[in-house]
């Protein structure tokens, strides 16, 4: 039998398997794309319960759709290690997806280890993590963190009702409460993520450990005027939706920068939908999706209040509606300390280099660390880039990355 710390991951498995789930929700024309509860979602579950299942695995849904295998003790406490299989629209094949392959690549060398282990190990794909409908909405009911006011209300881009979804995928939204795992079910959490910056590449290391991870509030901002032609209406006496919603845009920028916690602050308007939408019509509605980011929780709430002093006072002056409508948030997590100085130690027995540093992109680990101790792993990303089609990481960081989480995971089974 192996000793713990001479295992490794096997590197061609987790090699086919990226490959393979790259391709399943992958368009002819190339785009990615797998968003929760939909076919090619669904097609992925089915894919990764087979791949468990051929190593003997017992795939197991909750009734949130959140997906898990276990090894080792079935039944008490558990170190867990997961992500996400759903993707941005146009995704890349490495984000959450690493987390959960790696996840399921260190199950199958637990399992093939013949070690004895003192606690279960699992593997877990945490739905609904990209927020088509609701920002790690798996994560979320596991941790019994989520709002099932705002699971009732939540929509799609296109208006498509989440509960829709979840019951179009064989799910009953009534029944998610029961994902909820108790309270000390999960020992420890660490999970295995692509960096999505710069940083590691510019500094040509191979592993982050995250110290902390953003809060993110999602608000819906609407201007509202009225539709009138475009050429006949003198500029003074409109009512153009539009003028408000790009004057909050530019100034609510100025604000979030002067603001916000000194690099670390961001806002985005990733969704813009303008009424009726004809080049010779006054806009008479503008709905825009305002994400701010902050390390801060008390920064976020700021600036979101802020957004809507502001909001306010720019209606006014251009004589519009206006509606501020939060949609969602995440808060802000620190990582726990004893699982951030496992990741360290397995880091140097692999001698291999190392940042501390924070995490500007939202995980499900921010969720879990509410109810559990949880740590994260960050590996480069090629030039930076993440959410588009060209993201990726080069073989040999992943097997790094995968190796680092196997030897962390060890380390919290026996602590
Ligand atoms: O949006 C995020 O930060 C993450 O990629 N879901
Ligand atoms: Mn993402
Ligand atoms: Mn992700």
């Not at 299989?85 to 399992?111: F, H, M, N, Y």
């Amino acid at each position: 039998m192996a000793e713990w710390k001479d295992l490794r991951i096997d590197m061609s498995r987790l090699k086919s398997d990226i490959e393979t789930l790259s391709k399943i929700g992958r368009s002819p024309e190339g785009a990615l794309g797998r968003h929760a509860f939909e076919p090619p979602y669904e097609e992925a579950r089915a894919w990764l319960k087979a791949r468990m299942a051929e190593a003997g695995i017992e795939g197991r849904d909750d009734p949130a759709g959140n997906t898990f295998g276990r090894v080792g003790p079935q039944d008490g406490p558990c170190v867990m290690s997961g992500s996400h299989i759903d993707t941005v629209p146009d995704g890349g094949p490495l984000d959450g997806a690493l987390g959960v392959l790696s996840a399921l690549e260190v199950a199958r060398s637990l399992k093939d280890s013949g070690l004895d282990l003192p606690f279960g190990f699992e593997c877990a794909a945490f739905v609904e993590e990209e927020g088509r409908f609701l920002d790690c909405m798996g994560s979320k009911a596991m941790a019994g963190q989520l709002d099932l006011e705002e699971v009732a209300h939540a929509t799609d881009p296109h208006g498509k009702k989440l509960t829709d979804a979840m019951k179009g995928a064989g799910f009953d939204p009534a029944r998610i409460p029961e994902a909820q795992r108790p309270q000390g079910d999960v020992k420890a959490y660490v999970e295995i993520h692509i960096e999505q910056g710069p940083v590691l590449e510019q500094s040509e290391l191979p592993i982050g450990v995250v110290e902390a991870i953003v809060g993110i509030n999602h608000t819906r901002v609407i201007f509202e005027g009225e539709p009138d032609h475009a050429g006949t209406t003198p500029m003074d006496l409109r009512k153009d939706a539009f003028t408000g919603a790009a004057e909050y845009a530019y100034r609510m920028r100025r604000i979030v920068l002067d603001e916000g916690t000194k690099d670390r602050a961001r806002i985005t308007f990733g969704i813009v939908d303008l009424l009726p939408g004809a080049a010779n019509i006054v806009p008479y509605e503008v709905s825009m999706m305002q994400e701010i980011r902050d390390v801060s929780d008390d920064k976020v709430d700021l600036l979101y209040a802020k957004g809507e002093t502001l909001a306010k006072e720019i209606a006014e002056k251009h004589r519009l509606g206006m509606r501020y409508e939060y949609q969602s948030r995440n808060l802000a997590a620190a990582m726990n300390l004893d699982v951030q100085a496992r990741i360290r130690e397995a880091t140097k027995a692999l001698d291999l280099p190392f940042v501390d540093m924070p995490s500007g992109a939202g995980h499900d680990a921010q969720v879990v660390s509410r109810v559990a101790p949880a740590g994260m792993i960050f590996v480069p990303s090629k030039g930076g880039r993440s959410h588009r089609r060209d993201e990726w990481t080069d073989w040999p960081y992943l097997e790094k990355g995968a190796n680092v989480l196997l030897q962390s995971v060890l380390r919290l089974l026996y602590a």
